[in-house]
């Protein structure tokens, strides 16, 4: 029997299934990343142009298109709506696997991009509907799960196919399989009813009144900065450790794969239910929880970027994407508390726009640069000194989150509020 604390029926099959189609979404996503070394050597690219390729060409649509497809999830059959992004990516991941030059292989990352920008505003917005207020953040983490599996998935899976059939083979054998997911999503998975909202609330689609929310501010530029770094492990760091430590591209692959799934999973189980408990004692108990994760990443990221060896190395990383990745599920969560669920969509897609500009769109190609300048194209371990941007930017991302938090309790005390129960 369903009460306003527990899940509704099908809650836990919707979940299950979101947290796959989002694990294929990170496979797609990523693939690129332990693919770099092969597609450099056939088509002769530099940093800047993997950068280009790895984040500016699947972000530009993905990040731009997140607003209106933020607005349409509140509108329109979520669940359809992510199985028709799911084809549309599956295909255009499998046929990048054809392309012969930079500009077909842009364009397929480019339509990556435009499929798997539905997603995240309408599954967020589904979960917020299936879960209750104060197991939101679980929720959210076990579907975050989909980022450490896809992209474990994609260093396993990408670094032992490119061995086996080259970096055309493991676009095609990972990239087509996501077709016959989404007809599986669109039937196995019911649209639940949204929230009843009543009073000015129940209008919604004011995308002006959200960028002038006192807290929404400060936590999507705070989260943008910890993307900034997160990201930036997966894109970087295999091409870098098979170039310091002279390891075949199969191993590290392997090696990453392991940390990531082992770490990666780690965080996004157990963050969700701590920020869950912070969240309990305080209305900024979510974005404070991501503050201390940003902290603790700052010298898990100088360590392993001065390791003396990839055995060092690795005792570095695997921590360090458990604390990368603990902000997913209590910054979607704290999204769906603090607007109107007939905003949940469209605070989804601001969300994605300014987290997924600075993380995926300014990000890289900005490190690609200075990788570059460092002289990589002579010595490609100096990308290494180029990715000691990303425990600055954990530090700043601690700060924006900490006066987020602050002006989420200050917001709260005035309006009387300790802990939200609303669905």
Not at 181 to 200: D, I, K, S
Not at 230 to 251: C, E, F, G, R
Not at 321 to 334: N, Q
Not at 337 to 366: I, T
């Amino acid at each position: 029997m369903h009460t306003p604390d527990s899940p509704r029926d099908g809650a836990w099959r919707a979940l299950a299934l979101l947290s796959l189609v989002y694990t294929f979404n990170f496979l797609d996503r990523t693939l690129i990343y332990i693919l770099f070394g092969p597609i450099k050597a056939e088509l002769g690219l530099g940093e800047m142009e993997l950068a280009l390729l790895g984040s500016t060409s699947f972000v530009i649509f993905y990040t731009v298109l997140g607003v209106p497809f933020g607005r349409l999830a509140d509108r329109v059959h979520r669940v359809g709506m992510i199985a028709v992004g799911l084809l549309v990516w599956s295909v255009f991941s499998g046929l990048t696997g054809f392309m012969h030059d930079f500009t077909g292989l842009f364009l397929c990352r480019l339509m990556v991009g435009v499929g798997e920008a539905t997603l995240g505003p309408a599954a967020l917005s589904l979960l917020a509907d299936y879960f209750p207020a104060g197991r939101r953040a679980n929720a959210n983490a076990l579907y975050s799960a989909g980022v450490p599996l896809g992209a474990a998935a994609a260093m396993f899976g990408g670094g032992a196919l490119a061995q086996a059939w080259g970096w055309r083979g493991a676009f095609f054998a990972l990239g087509f399989p996501g077709v016959l997911l989404a007809a599986v999503l669109f039937f196995a998975v019911r649209e639940p009813a949204r929230a009843v909202v009543q009073g000015p609330q129940a209008q919604g689609g004011d995308w002006r009144a959200l960028l002038r929310h006192p807290v929404l501010r400060w936590h999507t530029a705070g989260y943008a900065a910890f993307a900034l770094a997160a990201n930036a492990v997966s894109m970087w760091m295999p091409s870098l450790l098979a170039a310091k430590y002279t390891i075949p591209l199969k191993d590290v692959g392997m090696a990453m794969g392991a940390c990531t799934l082992i770490g990666g999973l780690a965080g996004a189980s157990v963050g969700g239910r701590l920020a869950d408990a912070w969240r309990a004692r305080t209305p900024g108990g979510r974005l404070r929880f991501s503050a201390t994760a940003a902290l603790i990443c700052v010298p898990l990221w100088v360590g392993m970027l001065r390791a003396p060896s990839f055995g060092v190395a690795l005792v570095f990383l695997a921590p360090l994407l458990a604390a990368a990745l603990v902000w997913l599920g209590p910054a979607a969560a704290d999204l769906a508390e603090m607007v109107s669920p007939r905003d949940r969509g469209l605070a989804v897609g601001l969300y994605f726009l300014g987290v997924n500009a600075v993380g995926y769109g300014l990000g890289p190609p900005a490190l690609g640069g200075l990788a570059e300048r460092l002289g990589s194209a002579a010595d490609p371990t100096k990308v290494g000194d180029a990715l000691l941007v990303c425990p600055v930017a954990c530090v700043v991302a601690a700060g924006l989150l900490l006066v987020g938090a602050r002006r989420r309790e200050s917001a709260s005390a005035a309006a009387g509020d300790v802990v939200a129960t609303s669905a």
